[in-house]
């Protein structure tokens, strides 16, 4: 009896860790960084930042929450960062850089008929479940027969290694941006487990914990830097909202949103999806600046850091 129970336990505690870690599809066996990492990490247990007020302002007050993602189609494309998963058996490229320095300069898994985000950023999210790795590349364009960007960084999602301190990735802030997206199937599983990616038009020529790098050249203090992680406050009353948004908006006070390059105030950043509901997530935009704080983050761990 005592051998049953502790079975039952066990797979009960397995369930319960594969419910929670939301895999994503067709790469089941990786995790997306481990739970200790920064983008895991529950903030809503934690203090008000000293500033917060000033640096919610310099973002934005009025300025509505904005989904950068959805169903629709925007200059040829999706609307979103979209992501492919490929394996060991995918062809490997080689990559010009235009900032090589700051770059990754290994061979790329990149696909047959790779998905490009629209726009002039033209991320490429590469996730090989082969390897757990996760391969990612700004301004992706294919010239002259060969490929070629502005630059590219890889990650192992089995650990919390961050960039080398002052490299760019394909991200402003020298973050992945991968584990930084609202993807459809979290919400269809009722949950987003980790904390989104957003942007501000302006901010400051530094950077916190787990970003790795800046891009301003402005040394204003009211100005926000990157890595800033902010959460919905948790007075705001999410209720109303339809399921999509509101599985998004309980995201964002529980685990926040950590910021990471240079854009219009308060777009979040997710992978498009047919499924969205974009009417839903239009809902998000009565959320504004206001409801946001800054969250004290000093207390966390920074491994790999």
């Given amino acids: 009896m005592k051998t049953l129970l502790v079975v039952l336990v066990l797979v009960a505690c397995t369930c319960a860790a594969s419910a929670s870690a939301l895999r994503v ?20 247990r934690l203090p008000v930042a000293a500033g917060s007020a000033g640096l ?42 235009e900032y090589a320095d700051e770059s990754d300069r290994v061979a790329y898994p990149i696909p047959r008929g790779v998905h490009v985000e629209a726009g002039s950023d033209r991320h ?27 630059s590219g960084a890889v990650f192992d999602l089995r ?7 002052g490299w760019t990735s394909a991200d402003a802030a020298g973050l992945p941006i991968f584990p930084g997206l609202a993807r459809y199937d979290e919400v269809a599983r009722g949950v987003i487990d980790h904390a989104l990616r957003f942007t501000a ?3 400051r020529r530094a950077y916190v914990y787990p970003a790795r790098h800046f891009a301003s050249s402005s040394d204003d203090p009211s100005l926000p830097p990157m890595g800033l992680r902010v959460r919905l406050k948790a007075s705001v009353d999410i209720s109303g909202f339809p399921r999509q948004a509101r599985i998004v908006l309980q995201a964002l006070k529980t685990y926040g949103m950590i910021l990471a390059d240079n ?43």
């Avoid at 599809?25 to 809503?44: L, Q, Y």
């Avoid at 997530?281 to 969250?295: K, Q, S, W």
């Fill in 25 to 44: 599809p067709g790469a089941a066996a990786c995790p997306v960084f481990p739970a200790t990492s920064a983008w895991n990490e529950r903030v809503d």
């Fill in 56 to 97: 919610i302002s310099s973002i934005g007050l009025d300025a509505g929450l904005h989904p950068d993602f959805g169903s629709g189609l925007w200059d040829g494309g999706r609307i979103g960062i979209p992501y492919d998963v490929v394996s060991k058996k995918t062809p490997r490229s080689h990559v010009r850089f």
């Fill in 124 to 150: 490429a999210l590469l996730l090989d479940r082969s390897t757990c790795r996760l391969y990612e590349l700004f301004a992706l364009r294919r010239s002259g027969g060969r490929w070629t960007a502005g």
């Fill in 159 to 165: 650990s919390n290694r961050v960039r080398t301190a």
């Fill in 201 to 203: 038009a302006r901010t």
């Fill in 263 to 305: 854009g219009s105030p308060w777009y979040i950043s997710g992978a498009p999806n047919s499924r969205w509901s974009n009417d839903d997530l239009h809902t998000l935009g009565r959320i504004t600046g206001a409801d946001f704080e800054v969250v004290d983050t000093t207390s966390l761990p920074h491994p790999g850091g």
